[in-house]
């Protein structure tokens, strides 16, 4: 017993002397030492600055529901508002093009969900293409079922996973 206790007063020693050494002896040796402040530099607050107006300046990516095995779609007043700003957009911005990109819910095989999506961005470029927008500054890409935004197990999520998003790429 003489021993544990011996040993329990050494450990609150030992304890106390290595707290006191690292905080009054040891510590204030790394924080004498001069701190450099960097200075600011205006050019690249101006580069972020400016980069930040230009991708609020963009406008927001599209989104397109669709059916259940469907390709078709109506337009609203909505979609067709976002389709002439992305031609607006890319007019005073050349060398951006928009990407479509058909996805599809989990329901069928990978290989029909890679070709209904890609179906589905087809039929969103025509309807892109009518509107004014160019054929060569439209990319469509299809992603079937591989990139869900919402769950699969209920219909109200399967539903928002048929979708075709337009999004403005460089």
């Known amino acids: 017993m003489r021993i544990l206790i011996t040993g329990f007063i050494v450990l609150v020693i030992w304890s106390f002397f ?3 050494l690292y905080v009054d002896v040891l510590k204030p040796l790394t924080i004498k030492q001069p701190i450099v ?13 400016s980069l930040r107006k230009f991708y609020a300046s963009m406008p927001k990516d599209l989104l397109v529901y669709f059916e259940f095995d469907k390709t078709k779609f109506k337009s609203d007043t909505k979609t067709d508002s976002s389709a002439v700003e992305f031609k607006k957009w890319l007019e005073n ?4 093009k928009l990407q479509v990109t058909g996805n599809t ?7 029909y969900n890679q070709k209904l999506g890609l179906e589905r961005a087809k039929i969103v470029q025509k309807y892109l293409e009518g ?9 469509a890409i299809s992603q079937g079922e591989e990139k869900p935004i919402a769950d699969i197990v209920t219909s109200a999520g399967r539903a928002l996973n048929r979708r075709t998003e337009v999004t403005i790429k460089k």
């Open 18 to 20: 290595s707290m006191w």
């Open 37 to 49: 402040i960097q200075p600011v530099n205006e050019k690249a607050i101006r580069e972020a600055d």
């Open 93 to 96: 911005h050349p060398g951006y």
């Open 105 to 111: 819910d989990f329901v069928g095989t990978p290989e």
């Open 131 to 139: 509107l004014g927008i160019g054929p060569d500054l439209i990319i």
